[in-house]
């Protein structure tokens, strides 16, 4: 896998923001039969963090939004073509390390996570805010991982 690469909407190259969004339709819209505004205003505040193949096409992706004492990690995403090879796992690590180095007053991260990934945010110290819920019609729930 390549490195990951960390930007603001402005950094971003237009063929870069290209590839996000189509690889975030592709798995959040498409993958999961889910209708919804998937681009939406805050992708101008996020800092963006991914990888990219030879191609340029992105690999892995999630993006980081300071919200005061948190810090939000979303739409986290490994393309299909890159599944199976340790890159989720690679990837929570590295938002949650951008997280801490990007906004360091931060208290806590929080993600809204879908339910058959609990275990693995766990795994990293996520612990569940809220029970079981549906978001477009898939089970999610909150969970956050302290900092202090």
């Known amino acids: 896998m390549s490195a990951f690469q960390q930007k603001s909407f402005e950094q971003l190259t237009t063929t870069e923001l290209f590839e996000i969004y189509r690889v975030r339709v592709a798995v959040f819209v498409v993958e999961q039969t889910c209708a919804y505004q998937e681009v939406d205003d805050l992708d101008v505040q996020a800092q963006h963090l991914f990888t990219q193949d ?26 299909p073509t890159n599944r199976g090879n340790g890159a ?3 990837l929570v690590s590295t938002a949650i390390a951008a997280a801490q180095r ?3 007053a931060a208290q806590a991260i929080v993600i809204q996570a879908q339910a058959y990934l ?11 805010t809220i029970a079981v819920y549906l978001d477009t019609g898939i089970p999610h729930i909150d969970m956050v991982l302290p900092l202090t």
């Open 54 to 79: 030879a191609t340029g096409a992105i690999t892995a992706y999630a993006r980081l939004m300071d919200e005061g004492q948190q810090v939000r990690i979303g739409r986290v995403l490994v393309a």
């Open 88 to 90: 989720g796992r690679q």
């Open 102 to 104: 990007t906004y360091p």
């Open 118 to 128: 609990q275990k693995f945010y766990a795994s990293f110290g996520f612990q569940p």
